[in-house]
């Protein structure tokens, strides 16, 4: 396992992301891709996280 550095600019709390920091709510990719199943989300649970992959 690789060490997880946080990055600043991208708050996470889903703690079973396996880019999640343990031990702060960051995630430690460079980037992520937010994305939608809906061709013009208007609510935040419309969209999500792309980059997410399970513990």
């Known amino acids: 396992m690789f060490e ?3 990055n600043k600019s991208i708050g996470c709390t ?10 702060e709510n960051h995630c430690s990719l460079e980037k992520i891709h937010v994305g939608s199943c809906e061709p013009h989300p208007h609510k935040e ?11």
Do not use: G, I, L
């Not at 889903?14 to 999640?20: A, D, E, L, R, T």
């Open 4 to 6: 997880q550095k946080p």
């Open 14 to 23: 889903v703690k079973n992301c396996m880019y999640h920091c343990q031990t």
């Open 45 to 55: 649970s419309c969209t999500d996280c792309r980059s997410f992959e399970a513990r």
